[in-house]
């Protein structure tokens, strides 16, 4: 794969910042290794490192985070004024 599935942009491997919804938990994982796209900056992951990913999610908890963020949460979209 090289070319962007959304845009067609070129794909460089690079890497980037993963925010994903494990069991009820927000994770963030940065410096994941991904084919991104230069044009509109979509990742895309090789078979291998979603293998990976997979794996380091469902036990992530023996690991010590980095750190943790607050992250706000809100109920809805209020009206603006
Ligand atoms: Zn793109």
Do not use: N, W
Request: net charge negative.
């Amino acid at each position: 794969m090289d070319k962007c599935d959304l845009c067609g942009g070129e794909l460089r491997s690079g890497r980037t910042t993963l925010e994903i919804r494990y069991k009820g938990e927000l994770v963030i994982i940065e410096d994941v290794l991904a084919d991104v796209c230069q044009q509109c900056g979509e990742a895309y992951l090789s078979a291998e490192t979603s293998a990976q990913l997979d794996r380091f999610l469902s036990e992530h908890h023996r690991y010590k985070p980095e750190r943790y963020i607050p992250v706000p949460q809100y109920a809805g979209v209020p009206a603006m004024g």
